[in-house]
Every structure is written in C-alpha cells, then in structure tokens.
C-alpha cells in the first residue's frame, strides 16, 4: 500500500519563491495495483514518483509505505554504470544483501527474459545501442524483485517488439501480487493495460479511478480509437466516441452499429 495524505513538495529556488510542484495531494493504491499516471509535462508527475519510491521527501504532508520499491527513471539507460552488463544488473541485488551467486542468477534471468542473452553479460553496457541499453536498465530494475515497482516512460525509447513483450512482463509481475505504476504520455498504452489512472493537472491531482473512467472524463487524455470514433460519427457514422476506449472498445461499437443498420 501507498498513501498520501496531505502531499505538497517544493523544488529549493535558493532565494526566489519556492516552486510549488504538488499540491496537496491525497491517494492510495493497494498492493497488487495495475496504475498508469498521466498529465502535461510538468504536471509532477517524475516528482511524485520520486516521492512514491522514497527518493524525495516531502514538504509537507505524509506518505506511507508499506513495502519496498524500486523507481525506473524516464531515461534508465543513463543510470548504467559498470563495466559489464552482468555486473550492472547485479548491482541491485548485493545491495540487497544477496550473495554473489543467488545476485548473478536472478540477474541472468532478468537479462534473458529482456532478451539479452549471454553474449551480453561480459559487454559494456556503455556501448550497447539506445534500445539495448534501456533493455539492460528495466533488467536491474527487475532484479530488485520489489514489491512495487515504478516506472516512468518505460516504453519510450522501445521498438514495437519489446514495447509490447516489456507490458507482458509487466503484467506478469502484476499477476505474483506485484504492484506496477507506470507514467506515460501514450494514453492507448494506460487504457489498454492500467486497470486505474491517476491525472495530474497544474501539479495537483485533478482526477483518480478506474482508467477508462479518467480517460472518459477528460477530453485532454482522448485516447486514437476515440479520435478515430470521432471521426466516423463526423463522416455520418455515429458511434458514441467516450466509449470507444480502446481499439476492442471501438471495434464493438462498429459491430453493434453495423447489426442496427
């Protein structure tokens, strides 16, 4: 369980005004969550993951944890550091108090199941290419094996290959009790894979529920298949956009319209 109650942080302005990036903000999510977290940039939506995981306190009000977590920042390739790729995504897990044995063979694993097999283990992660990178950084995040894990703009960056394999291995994690949050600007990706939505807007919290729910009640998070909805009832075949979430969503609504004809 996550809870905020009470939340603002504010970013040190050395003699200015300090700049307010949350407001007051109040949330749980339970343990096993699916969660997506939206808004415009800026909205606090990095600043409130760095809360989440513990990476900032803050300003005024409480945040409860009640297990571990472990945070993938928006570019986790750059947090790459060692010499080898094993070492790297193994990092994590002596941190953790594993020995060296039990930490490269859960690290092994995460590695393999990113698709990054032995020929990778010995190589500097420096030099791998930008997806390969990436692919190594979400590796040592899975390797923590916390039980919440948070990512933000995890699949930026991804071909469509593994921006769909690294959601599988996300709701995979979900399914053994793991709580996952992901930040993203791809409304599709939340709709289609987060169960509930948190929207920040002007760095305060200005709507949480289910996700189709959020996405209905706010015109800024329309989803394609709801523009595309959009644009079929504009051209005479009108179909009700707000329910036209997802791509299922939208393919229901052509049936059922196409039967009434």
Known sequence: MITFK????CYPSYGREPKKVLFD????????????????????KT?????MSG???????????SKSVSFAMQFPESQLFESTVIK????????????????RMISEECLVSMGLGKDFFDRNPLRLSGGEKRRVALAGILSMDADTIILDE???????????RLLEILHGLN??????????????????NCR??????????????KAKDVICRHEELETSSMAFAKRLTDAGFKIDFKKAVTTEDLASLIADRQSSL
């Not at 969550?33 to 606090?44: D, E, L, T, W």
């Not at 995504?89 to 020995?99: A, E």
């Not at 509930?196 to 529920?209: N, P």
């Open 55 to 65: 990476l900032l306190k803050p300003s005024s009000g409480q945040i409860e944890r």
């Open 196 to 209: 509930t939505l948190l929207y920040l807007k002007d760095s305060k919290l200005a709507d949480m529920g």
């Open 154 to 164: 995890p699949c930026a960056g991804l071909d469509p290959k593994w921006h769909d």
């Open 6 to 9: 009470d939340v603002s942080f």
């Open 47 to 51: 600043t409130l993951c760095k809360l």
């Open 88 to 103: 790297d995504v193994m990092f994590g897990p002596m941190n953790r108090g594993l020995s060296e044995k039990e930490a």
């Open 25 to 44: 903000v109040s949330f749980s999510i339970p343990d096993g969550s699916f969660v997506g977290i939206a808004g415009n940039m800026g909205s606090g």
């Open 175 to 192: 399914e053994k009790g793991k709580t996952v949050i992901i930040v993203s600007h791809n409304i599709d990706d939340i709709a289609r």
